[in-house]
């Protein structure tokens, strides 16, 4: 007869998975699900980083030929042939440099999987600046790999240096930087991406161009039309120019890269509507998205300047958010206070680095009158 085998970990005592508990890696027991909160009444919402603007009957009428055309009886076209060519031509990337995700957060999930090799006797490690992007600390720690976070300064400025060092002493797969970063809009130095991917031949850096519609800068020019560095990962996300619906996010890599990456793409996972949705937008849309995000990118500043004429210190933004900052504790008020008023922003007041703070979407003259006029009752 075999010996009971000991439990993964010691379960904590009353979880309410039970027995289960000891399955699960323990930084995630301690970690909320991604809630998002949904008001019954919403008049201006600020809260996702989304382009605010529906798209018009024209590009409606097109899309709605094309999606019909869809054979939903069948699964979807697992290698996003069409959309793949589409994408390719726009960006000037050979096809077989693309790698597709319903939205960009499977691409993260993709990326901490497929380098999780552990370090000797310590699994893998996956390194990021914070605050950032809450998703790189979950992918990284559902799959159980040590998360190395490497504080900003206290105005959200990247540290170079300790970014490096912390590299030098342990050694990540993977490197998330998002240029510009959420939630603080922060635009680090972007060729300091290509600069670590130079120095550590030995770990994907990801160049995660969320915002690139508000910032104009990228790194895709070392993917495209040469390959100058075969472990830079560039992700983009049709999320933030109007498409966020639609769960359509890309990267751009080295072919060998990409194709590794291939093998941890869960099969079909873009649906046939999403592709054929995503092509048409991206070539027929183009420049309506772009021209709305130009829209944006007017608003922003204007919207900064009324925050801050309400008093909020208001940090410098390249992407369609704006972060600001207030006391602790009073941020979190004036959120519950504009929800109840149907204004959506993101709440981020909790002990920590980004106590005190809110993040508020670039959204329209319209939204902005709404949320204007909603601060004024409440502060
Ligand atoms: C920096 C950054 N990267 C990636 C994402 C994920 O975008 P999606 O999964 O919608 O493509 C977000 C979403 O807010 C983001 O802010």
Redesign the pocket.
């Known amino acids: 007869m075999s010996a009971e085998p000991a439990p993964a970990t010691t379960a904590p005592a009353h979880h309410p998975l039970g027995a289960l508990a000891a399955r699960v890696p323990e930084p995630l027991r301690a970690t909320a699900a991604y809630h998002v909160p949904r008001p019954a009444q919403i008049l201006a919402k600020l809260d996702a ?1 989304e382009l605010p603007f529906a798209l018009p009957d024209e590009l409606l009428e097109g899309l709605s030929a094309v999606l019909r055309d869809a054979a939903l009886e069948r699964y979807p076209d697992a290698n996003a042939t069409e959309l793949r060519a589409a994408l390719a031509a726009t960006l000037g990337a050979a096809p077989e440099q693309l790698v597709f995700g319903n ?3 499977e691409l ?1 999930a993709m990326l901490c999987s497929a380098f999780a090799a552990p370090r000797g006797t310590r699994p893998a490690a996956i390194a990021y600046p914070v605050p950032t ?1 809450v ?1 790189y600390r979950l992918a990284t720690i559902a799959r159980g790999l040590e998360p190395v976070e490497v504080p900003l300064t206290s105005r959200f400025e990247l540290d170079e240096a300790a970014f490096v060092a912390a590299m030098e002493r342990e050694d990540p797969s993977v490197v998330f930087l ?1 240029l510009p ?2 939630p603080t809009g922060t635009m680090w130095r972007c060729e300091f991406a290509l600069e670590l991917a130079a120095r550590f031949p030995r770990t994907v850096i990801v160049s ?1 161009e ?2 690139l519609a508000y910032s104009g800068q990228t790194n895709l020019g070392a993917l495209v039309p040469e390959v100058s560095c075969p472990n830079l990962v560039v992700m983009r ?1 049709l ?1 933030k120019v109007g498409m ?1 619906g639609l ?1 359509v ?1 890309y990267l751009v890599a080295a072919p060998a890269l990409a194709q590794h990456l291939e093998k941890v793409r869960p099969p079909y996972n873009l649906g046939s509507l999403p592709q054929a949705a995503a092509r048409f937008l991206i070539t027929t849309g183009a420049s309506w998205c772009q021209a709305r995000a130009a829209e944006v990118v007017q608003q922003r500043g204007h919207l900064a300047g009324e925050l801050e004429r309400r008093g909020f210190e208001v940090f410098p933004s390249a992407a369609n958010l704006l972060l600001v900052r207030t006391e602790p504790g009073r941020a979190h008020r004036i959120w519950q206070a504009l929800q109840d008023r149907g204004v959506l922003v993101r709440d981020f007041d909790r002990p920590g680095p980004l106590a005190g703070c809110l993040r508020i979407t670039v959204g329209t003259a319209g939204d902005h009158q709404i949320l204007l006029e909603a601060l004024d009752q409440v502060l």
């Open positions: 980083n939205g960009s957060d993260i992007f998703y998002a970063n959420n995660d969320a915002y996300t999320s966020a769960r996010g």
